[in-house]
């Protein structure tokens, strides 16, 4: 069975970091390209980052980019999303997912949330 | 990366058929046959419909279908069932990212 576990949300401080992993499994995770998309509550979704199975092409959000950084471990089956420069705008619950830009996202991740306040 | 633009809410009977809109531009919508409809019910991960425009992913009813003319897509469900109650969100490439839209709450009435 596909699965994909996020892992990583916590309440930080506007200007901190934090890493978001999750974990996949039930699929050849390198021959995908890998996505984070995010919903702030009560607001709808906003694509953030998107890296390709080899993991030589990365895309940001011009929200992020700057900020955020994604990166994929294949032999661990684990993408990352590495955020810096946290702002309060930047809480919601963060969702991997499998596909790219094409926006095929066929199997999510159950979420994360971060909390981003003084 | 504008967002797509979707009405914010419908509204149908059981057994009715309703259509949801999403509008974009040439940059995105009107482009590329990339577009796809993910359903979300409250407190669990979205799920998808629809994806390149039209096609539907295993397990998913046939009572789903979309297309496209121009810039604009549409999600259109037949035979409205309970269960149907949900946000929906169109998504669609647009060349250096992906846009979603704001999202349609859908209603059965």
């Known amino acids: 069975e596909v699965q994909l576990l996020d892992s990583g949300g916590d309440f930080v401080q506007p200007g901190g970091s934090l890493r978001l992993s999750c974990a996949a499994s039930?699929?050849?995770?390198?021959?995908?390209?890998m996505t984070w998309v995010r919903q702030a509550p009560g607001k709808g979704l906003e694509w953030v980052s998107s890296i390709s199975g080899s993991a030589d092409s990365t895309y940001y959000a011009n929200s992020v980019k700057g900020r955020f950084t994604i990166s994929r471990d294949n032999s661990r089956n684990t993408l990352f999303l590495q955020m810096n420069s946290l702002r309060a705008e930047d809480t919601a619950v963060y969702y991997c997912a499998t596909g790219g830009l094409y926006g095929d996202f066929f199997t999510w991740g159950q979420g994360t949330l971060v909390t981003v306040s003084s | 990366q504008s967002a797509l633009t979707q009405p914010a809410s419908v509204s149908g009977s059981p057994g009715q058929s309703i259509t949801i809109s999403c509008t974009g531009t040439?940059?995105?919508?009107?482009?590329?046959?990339?577009v796809s409809w993910y359903q979300e019910h409250p407190g669990k991960a979205p799920k998808v419909v629809i994806y390149e425009v039209s096609k539907r992913p295993s397990g998913v009813s046939n009572r789903f279908s979309g297309s496209k003319s121009g810039n604009t897509a549409s999600l259109t469900i037949s035979g409205l069932q309970a269960e149907d109650e949900a946000d929906y969100y169109c998504c669609s490439y647009a060349g250096t990212g992906t846009s979603f839209g704001g999202g349609t709450k859908l209603t059965v009435l």
């Open positions: 039930g699929f050849t995770f390198g021959g995908y390209a």
């Open positions: 040439s940059s995105d919508v009107g482009s590329y046959n990339l």
